[in-house]
């Protein structure tokens, strides 16, 4: 189970640079070393290994892309693609962690905040001192955020938040979130919530099937008052929100790769072991028409994320151009771990292997950060130019 091999079909390795190898390989590393051994136990007691926030900082998994001089790893969007796969190879819900402060947390403050606000919080948000939620979802409003009802009230000295927030990821133990909220004009903005506020609070959402080591809450707000530095005063409206939604899909595209690359490894080396019928299930063909096609859609999968990396680096990745690759990416590997489980017949069932856990996290990946649902509408919208969703 230790001798994890990397799929890599069309040799895409000869595309990267030694740097991006070196980062990837430091994160498989640590994830073999640091996760592996303790993840199937968080998952099935549905703790959060806290345990590993000092390793996700030191693989530079949070702020991959934000500036060194704020704390970040300062890296290229490949780089942050890749630590996102091998974190992911280990647990979609470890991942989660990682996608929330980078992405949904240090990258609204570091593009939307003050100066004094990237100077607080970023360089604690990249070591992890500091861990971060995004509060967008609301009980009524998951696929439609822009139909928010969390709002605050300009009382002068601050801000009077009021609202809740309903499947949060790092809710529970989180020492800040970054939060949508509506003004008295119906304007979305975001606020910095921090945890001892009064009126502040966190519970946490039990019984989960998925993500079972990531820990997910709600953020309830009875008239919080919010100081007006914590106001991120950079962009206003839905589209605040929706671009840190972009880097976080982007790297949920990425990370869809590990866990399916965690599968096919695992359901490929127990066939070649596997011996029924007096010869390995590997040559059986049922078996290899499954293999096949899951290093197949690994592949496919590989190059369009490299390609979107590429984009995104240049700043060129549309938005539509991520949700395809967050859509198509996410079900691919859920559609492989299902494959693989079967192919370890009784055994894939287990938490001896690490399939079916991946196989129950993924339905979570598939429908945050944008449901596969509203991904299509969203390709749909940008190919036709007419809007399916309202
Ligand atoms: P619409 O009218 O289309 O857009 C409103 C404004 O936003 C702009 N915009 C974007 N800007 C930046 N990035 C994007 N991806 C953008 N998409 C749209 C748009 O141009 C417009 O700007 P303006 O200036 O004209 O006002 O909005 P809509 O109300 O029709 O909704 C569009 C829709 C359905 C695509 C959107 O609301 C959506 O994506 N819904 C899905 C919600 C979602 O993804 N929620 C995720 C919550 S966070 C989460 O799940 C974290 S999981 C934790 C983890 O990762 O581990
Ligand atoms: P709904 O929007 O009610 O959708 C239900 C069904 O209706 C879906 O199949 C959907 O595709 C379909 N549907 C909705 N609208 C349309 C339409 N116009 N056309 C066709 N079909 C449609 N949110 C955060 O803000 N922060 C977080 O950290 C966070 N972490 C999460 C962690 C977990 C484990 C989970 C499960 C969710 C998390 N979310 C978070 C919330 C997540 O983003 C929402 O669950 C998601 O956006 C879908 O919203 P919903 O659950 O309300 O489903």
Known sequence: KDHFESPDYYNIDDLLTDEHKLIRDSAREWVKRDVSPIIEKAAQDAKFPKSIIKGLSEIGAFGPYIPEEYGGAGLDQISYGLIMQEIERGDSGVRSTASVQSSLVMFPIYAYGTEEQK????????????????????PDHGSNPGGMTTNFKDEGDYYLLNGAKLWISNAPFADIAVVWAKNEEGRIHGLIVERGMEGFSTPETHNKWSLRASATG???FEDVKVPKENLLPGKSGLGAPLSCLDSARYGIAWGAIGAAMDCYDTALRYAKERIQFDKPIAGFQLQQKKL????TEITKAQLLALRLGQLKNKGKASSAQ???AKRNNVEMAISIAREARQILGGMGITGEYSIMRHMMNLESVITYEGTHDIHLLITGLDITGISAFK
């Open 218 to 220: 709600e953020l309830i």
């Open 119 to 138: 100077q607080k919080f970023l360089p604690k948000l990249a070591t992890g001192e500091y861990m971060g939620s995004f509060g967008l979802t609301e």
């Open 292 to 295: 096949a096609e899951m290093i």
């Open 322 to 324: 991520i949700s395809m």
